[in-house]
């Protein structure tokens, strides 16, 4: 099996043909379908907007920004992150599959690249910088994280 499966997946992509097995493009094709895939769109391509001086997610409002920066300690990187972060393990509910940690860091690594691809093409004069979060408990798994901030915050007092 090719090494970007999971382990937790490849006993399940290997019982398909009689045992000669499946790859992950034809399990997607018999497993999944059309209205998933069109969900996955806002996962894997998520829009994003400029709202007063921050790169978000799409939907947040200005006075949603407001309570974010009115909160204690925070910082216009702090903002970002939280209004920006993704839990992994929440683009899917169990469904009978429960997620695994090899699950979480493919998607993860995966989401991580993606947001970086997209961040820079559509904001190329505004360097962001992406983060896949893993907790220092793996088996936390609720804790692997998505997120991102403008590398300008980096260096803001």
Same mark, same amino acid.
């Given at each position: 099996?090719?090494?970007?499966?999971?382990?937790?997946?490849q006993?399940?992509?290997?019982?398909?043909?009689? #045992?000669?097995? @499946?790859?992950? !493009?034809? +399990?997607?094709?018999?497993m999944?379908?059309?209205?998933?895939?069109?969900?996955?769109? $806002?996962?894997?391509?998520?829009?994003?907007?400029?709202? #007063?001086?921050? @790169?978000l997610? !799409?939907? +947040?409002?200005?006075?949603?920004?407001?309570?974010?920066?009115?909160?204690?300690n925070? $910082?216009?990187?702090?903002?970002?992150?939280?209004?920006?972060?993704?839990? @992994?393990?929440d683009?899917?509910?169990?469904?009978g599959?429960?997620?695994?940690?090899?699950?979480?860091?493919?998607?993860?690594?995966?989401?991580?690249?993606?947001?970086?691809?997209?961040?820079?093409?559509?904001?190329?004069?505004?360097?962001?910088?992406?983060?896949f979060?893993?907790?220092?408990?793996?088996?936390?798994?609720?804790?692997?994280?998505?997120?991102?901030w403008?590398?300008?915050?980096?260096?803001?007092?």
């Amino acid at each position: 099996m090719p090494a970007e499966i999971p382990k937790s997946m490849q006993p399940e992509l290997a019982r398909w043909n009689g #045992g000669r097995g @499946i790859s992950l !493009e034809d +399990w997607i094709g018999c497993m999944g379908n059309v209205d998933l895939a069109v969900g996955y769109c $806002t996962v894997f391509w998520p829009k994003f907007e400029i709202v #007063g001086k921050y @790169i978000l997610t !799409e939907g +947040w409002t200005s006075e949603a920004v407001e309570g974010f920066e009115d909160g204690p300690n925070s $910082t216009p990187q702090s903002v970002e992150w939280v209004m920006n972060h993704l839990h @992994i393990v929440d683009i899917h509910c169990d469904n009978g599959v429960p997620a695994t940690i090899d699950h979480l860091v493919r998607l993860g690594t995966v989401l991580k690249e993606i947001y970086e691809a997209k961040l820079s093409w559509q904001f190329p004069d505004r360097p962001c910088e992406v983060e896949f979060y893993i907790p220092d408990d793996p088996e936390n798994l609720v804790e692997y994280q998505i997120s991102f901030w403008q590398k300008k915050w980096d260096d803001a007092t």
